[in-house]
């Protein structure tokens, strides 16, 4: 079987702290896509929460600040999956079908991450929630950009105010960080990429990773 056909179908997640490098990383995983002879037409890019027009406004509900009125932690886990729910059912799974390949900046793992190891919820909780909202559908290969919480949030200043989720205490990422790298460690099809390299590495750790998991298809 050709890479081409090989990769038609796949679902490629990327998963780290803020500005571990995600967005970053993604062209470098539509340059190795392409390397490989998939047309950027055969490619989709998602991002979480958001990606369709209902999922980006519950995207905005959880950026809000409110002076008079906190979000719940259950209340921004539901409404996480409930954005990643009609991501999953009105982008992702038609692309899949489609034989595209989709690259995820984030996906499931963040919610484990941020509102499981975060914010405290019971892990077994949000899995509960992922298999009523998801069942068994996941990434079939998962980079996670691997970071120093205060590394990433230096990098993410660089762009401009932090928002609410980014101002959260730096324990709140260490914990979030223990969480993707116990994932990591579990998953058979996940990597566990040092994002604290400079750009060229962090590219070439990548691609290496990507070729190692295209011969094992
Ligand atoms: N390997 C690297 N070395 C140094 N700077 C980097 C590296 N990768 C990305 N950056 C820079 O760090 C900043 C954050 O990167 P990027 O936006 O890709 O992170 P992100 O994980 O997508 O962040 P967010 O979670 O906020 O979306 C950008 O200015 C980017 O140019
Ligand atoms: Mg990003």
């Known amino acids: 079987?050709?890479?081409?056909?090989?990769?038609?179908?796949?679902?490629?997640?990327?998963?780290?702290?803020?500005?571990?490098?995600?967005s970053t990383a993604i062209q470098y995983i539509q340059d190795w896509l392409a390397l490989q002879g998939v047309i950027e037409q055969n490619i989709e890019l998602t991002r979480e929460p958001g990606g369709t027009t209902l999922a980006e406004k519950m995207r905005e509900i959880v950026k809000m600040d409110v002076a008079d009125e906190q979000l719940d932690d259950k209340a921004e886990l539901l409404i996480m999956y409930a954005a990643r729910?009609?991501?999953?059912?009105?982008?992702?799974?038609?692309?899949?079908?489609?034989?595209k390949v989709v690259?995820?900046?984030?996906h499931n793992w963040s919610s484990l991450a941020?509102?499981?190891?975060?914010?405290g919820i019971d892990l077994q909780l949000i899995n509960d929630i992922k298999q009523v909202?998801?069942?068994?559908?996941?990434?079939?290969?998962?980079?996670?950009?691997?970071?120093?919480?205060?590394?990433?949030?230096?990098?993410?200043?660089?762009?401009?105010?932090?928002?609410?989720?980014?101002?959260?205490?730096?324990?709140?990422?260490?914990?979030?960080?223990?969480?993707?790298?116990?994932?990591?460690?579990?998953?058979?099809?996940?990597?566990?990429?040092?994002?604290?390299?400079?750009?060229?590495?962090?590219?070439?750790?990548?691609?290496?990773?990507?070729d190692i998991w295209l011969a094992s298809l």
């Open 133 to 210: 909202a998801l069942g068994d559908f996941k990434a079939d290969f998962t980079l996670f950009l691997d970071i120093e919480p205060e590394l990433g949030l230096s990098r993410a200043r660089g762009r401009g105010e932090l928002d609410r989720i980014e101002r959260l205490a730096i324990d709140f990422f260490n914990r979030s960080r223990a969480v993707f790298q116990q994932l990591t460690e579990q998953e058979k099809n996940a990597v566990c990429i040092d994002a604290s390299q400079g750009f060229d590495q962090v590219k070439e750790s990548i691609h290496r990773q990507l």
């Open 85 to 99: 729910v009609q991501l999953v059912e009105h982008k992702i799974k038609p692309a899949l079908a489609a034989d």
């Open 114 to 119: 941020y509102q499981g190891g975060g914010r």
């Open 1 to 22: 079987m050709s890479a081409i056909q090989k990769l038609a179908g796949k679902f490629i997640v990327i998963e780290g702290l803020e500005g571990a490098g995600k």
């Open 103 to 106: 690259i995820g900046d984030r």
